[in-house]
């Protein structure tokens, strides 16, 4: 019988190197096939404005303790984040097409939108959950940074989401068949 001391090493795994056969084309016109919720992530900059942007990456990562992730490109709300620790995020609902859009850049002056005063960071009124997230962790990924955050306070409404598929906007309704 042969002990754990005498047995031989085992062998070094070396990983295979990353290639990357995916068009990016392609790529991108596949993934949007994934349906995906719309959400905005809202900071304060330090003047106490408040700053968002539209983004469909938002995960749950751990319900204990309660940890959530979104994905950011560098920009000035990367920026802002990294700066405060602090992101809030706000799920839309059907009726919140404009917010999404507003904070993806295509704004009319005539229209802002509201704000919930939250307790570390503000989120967007009539949203169907809010979360106040203090960033725990940052991982670059390519041109992308992932925040993983610890939630502080969240709270939800009643609702449909605001979903994206192929490129386009929907507007579920739950319950219908």
Not at 15 to 33: G, H, M, N, Y
Not at 101 to 106: D, E, L, T
Not at 151 to 160: H, L, M, T
Request: with cysteine; charged share 15%.
């Amino acid at each position: 019988m042969t002990s754990a001391a005498d047995a031989p090493p085992a062998p070094e795994v070396v990983p295979a190197p990353v290639e990357v056969a995916a068009d990016a084309k392609q790529f991108r016109s596949s993934v949007a096939l994934f349906a995906t919720g719309i959400a905005v992530v809202t900071m304060q900059d330090g003047d106490g404005n408040v700053h968002g942007a539209t983004i469909n990456s938002f995960t749950s990562i751990s319900l204990d303790p309660p940890t959530v992730m979104i994905s950011l490109k560098p920009g000035y709300a990367h920026e802002l984040i990294s700066k405060s620790g602090w992101y809030g995020v706000s799920v839309l609902s059907k009726s919140q097409q404009k917010h999404s859009r507003y904070f993806a850049g295509s704004r009319d002056n005539d229209w802002h939108p509201q704000f919930v005063t939250g307790e570390n960071v503000p989120t967007l009124f009539g949203s169907l959950a809010r979360f106040e997230c203090k960033v725990i962790d940052t991982i670059t990924v390519n041109d992308h940074t992932l925040f993983l955050a610890r939630v502080a306070r969240c709270e939800s409404e009643d609702g449909s989401p605001l979903m994206f598929f192929a490129s386009t906007y929907h507007q579920p309704a739950l319950g219908e068949s």
